[in-house]
Structure formats: structure tokens, C-alpha cells
């Protein structure tokens, strides 16, 4: 029997809240087998990103030789691409990587850039188009729309962006809200016509309480693992290699269960208390909500009292003795 697959294309974060450390996570916890082709190694923690080491195309492109040869995908993901070049040679490997879901990583929360500003134009005309699935958040939209592009802030905004997106190529997209200000969280899910069966783009809208936490960290790339999770659990293999029947009735739900996911990690994360120094860090969310909840850890155990203590030389059971 073969597991359902997925592969992240990203770039990695070491204290393990984004990129593809996260990535692998959301995989193994929705019960998908997790492969991964890094793009960059990202020095950064809850604090922000200190350093980026950029790794040679041809060795990533020898990364995607290892795993395409050895292993049929049900869906991909895309985080941290880093560069045009690798913009373009992950494009080009598009039919062999399944159901493909583009999160239009472009600047880190601290600011720091993760795709090259120039390869902004390369997405938009290499990857778009052979896409299922883009999730930009509203700047990202905004900029994949157009350099003078204002971000959105009203639903009918979003609404419009979204099918503005839609116009440039992918099979869907999700134009994600978490960077507004309202009391809800609001994500607006568009589908192409072909994707939803009739003359019009379908437009689906879907909202959350927003969770008050500075524990963000890598919430675009958990929500994006998440859905290319559920896609992969989905389809029939023969499904996979393009946005046809099977990810159409696929997709809508994929999404509702990948924010549901998310929703869950947030509420779990906020609750946490992960990085050394609280002040100014955004910590991760916690991936392990729906595992962590099948085996529970022991609420701290109250401290034992030394009277308490078994002594063992007293217990033991001494030979040939009679009480
Ligand atoms: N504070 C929050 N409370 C609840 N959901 C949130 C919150 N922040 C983000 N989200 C969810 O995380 C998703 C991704 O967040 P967003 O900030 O829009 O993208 P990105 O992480 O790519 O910048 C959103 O679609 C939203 O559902
Ligand atoms: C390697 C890498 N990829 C992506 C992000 C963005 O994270 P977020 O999901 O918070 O936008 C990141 N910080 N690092």
C-alpha cells in the first residue's frame, strides 16, 4: 500500500515554526508522508532572520531529481523560493509534482526578504499559470496584481482581487485575511470556472475568530501544508497530476479542514510559552494539536515530598527475614 505523498519546495527556519521544518510537521500530522526540496538555509528563530545561505539551482534541482525519481506525488507545496532561477526550475518540474499549491512567500514577518524582488515577475508568469492552488496574504496580492497594486481592505476589495488573481492563471486561490484588523479573520477562496463546473468563478468565503496572540510565527506555511495535506489524503492517484474532477470536489473542502487545522494550532500555540525571551518574539503554532491531544502530558505533577519517597532498601523484601 503507498502512503498519500507530499512534497514542500521552502527554505528552512532551525527553531522550527515556518518553512519547511513546519511544513514536514503539518504533513505528519494530518497523516501524510512528507518529503521536502530546500531552497535556502534561513538562519531565524521567533526573533526574525539573521542570515540567509543561498543553495546552488543545480543542487536543488538535484534535490528534485532524488525525490521525483524515487517517489510518485500526490500534491507539492511551494514556501521560500529564494530566486527567479528557482521560480522557473520549479515550474518547470510542475507536472510531475501533483497537486501544486503556491503560498506566495515573499517577505518574513520581521521584514526580511525570502524572494528576490525581481523574481516577483517570474511568479507571475512561470508559476501562476500551472498552479491549483496560490494563497497570498493581502500584500502579497496586491503585489502579485501589480507593482502600484493597493492592498485590499474591504470584503468586496478581497473579493475582487481574488478574481483578479484568478484571471493571471491558477485553477484557484486563496486570498488570505490575517493581516486586517477586524474581529474575525476573513479568507475569500476563488475558483476558476473549470474548477467549479460552470461559466462563472465560484467564490467562497470563510471566517474565524481571530485569535489575540503574537504567536504567528509561520501560519502561511502551516495553512498551506495543511491544505496540500488534505489535497494529497484526497485524490485518486490519476487525480493528482492536474486540477481536473477529482481536485475540484477535492478543493473546498481541503481548504475548510486546513484552516480548521490552523485554527486549532493557534488556539493551542497561543498558549504556549516557547521562546527564551518573550519580548518581541513571534512563537509557532502548535503542530501537534490533534496528536498532543491522543497523549496527553501530565499537568506538572505536584512536587513529591522526600517522607514520600519509596525507599528501596526498606521495601526490599529481605531473605530468610520473618516479621
Ligand atoms: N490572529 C489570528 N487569529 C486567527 N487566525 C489567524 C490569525 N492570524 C492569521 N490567521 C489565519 O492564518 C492564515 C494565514 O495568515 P496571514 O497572516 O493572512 O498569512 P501569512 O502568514 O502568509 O502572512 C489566515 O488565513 C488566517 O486564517
Ligand atoms: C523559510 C521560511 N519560509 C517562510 C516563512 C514565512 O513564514 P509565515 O508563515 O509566518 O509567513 C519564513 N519565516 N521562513
Redesign the pocket.
Known amino acids: 500500500m503507498r502512503p498519500p505523498t507530499a512534497l514542500t519546495i521552502?527554505?528552512?527556519?532551525p527553531s522550527g515554526g515556518?518553512?519547511?521544518q513546519?511544513d514536514l510537521k503539518a504533513f505528519t500530522a494530518l497523516g501524510v508522508y512528507g518529503t521536502s526540496v530546500l531552497t535556502?538555509l534561513?538562519a531565524?528563530n521567533t526573533h526574525g532572520?539573521s542570515r540567509v545561505y543561498d543553495i546552488d539551482t543545480d543542487f536543488v534541482a538535484d534535490q528534485f531529481d532524488a525525490v521525483l525519481d524515487d517517489m510518485a506525488l500526490d500534491a507539492s507545496k511551494t514556501?521560500?523560493l529564494a530566486s527567479a532561477a528557482l521560480v522557473e526550475l520549479t515550474a518547470a518540474r510542475a507536472e510531475r509534482l501533483g497537486f501544486l499549491v503556491v503560498d506566495t512567500?515573499m517577505v518574513?514577518?520581521s521584514g526580511h526578504r525570502?524572494l528576490a524582488e525581481e523574481a516577483v515577475e517570474a511568479m507571475r508568469h512561470a508559476l501562476l499559470p500551472v498552479a491549483g492552488l496560490i494563497t497570498p496574504?493581502l500584500p502579497e496580492a496586491a503585489l502579485l496584481l501589480g507593482d502600484d497594486v493597493e492592498a485590499a481592505r474591504t470584503a468586496a476589495e478581497m473579493e475582487d482581487q481574488a478574481r483578479a488573481l484568478l484571471a493571471r492563471g491558477p485553477a484557484a486561490v486563496l486570498l488570505k485575511g490575517g493581516h486586517g484588523a477586524e474581529a474575525r479573520v476573513a479568507d475569500v477562496l476563488a475558483l476558476s470556472p473549470r474548477l467549479a463546473g460552470g461559466a462563472e468563478p465560484a467564490l467562497v468565503r470563510f471566517d474565524h475568530p481571530r485569535i489575540d496572540t503574537p504567536h504567528?510565527?509561520?501560519?502561511?506555511?502551516?495553512l498551506s501544508a495543511a491544505i496540500t495535506a488534505q489535497m494529497a489524503r484526497r485524490l485518486l492517484p490519476g487525480d493528482a497530476g492536474g486540477p481536473g474532477a477529482g481536485a475540484a470536489e477535492a478543493l473546498e473542502p481541503a481548504v475548510r479542514e486546513g484552516l480548521d487545522f490552523l485554527a486549532r494550532a493557534l488556539a493551542s500555540g497561543a498558549r504556549w510559552s516557547l521562546p527564551l525571551d518573550p519580548e518581541g518574539a513571534h512563537g509557532p503554532v502548535d503542530h501537534t494539536v490533534d496528536i498532543a491531544a491522543q497523549a496527553p502530558i501530565e499537568p506538572a505533577r505536584a512536587p513529591v515530598e522526600p517522607a514520600q519517597v519509596p525507599n528501596e532498601a526498606a521495601q526490599a523484601p529481605v531473605e530468610g527475614a520473618s516479621r
Open positions: 521552502a527554505g528552512t527556519d515556518a518553512g519547511a513546519a535556502a534561513v531565524q532572520v514556501g521560500m512567500v518574513a514577518t525570502l496574504n504567528t510565527h509561520g501560519t502561511g506555511c502551516t
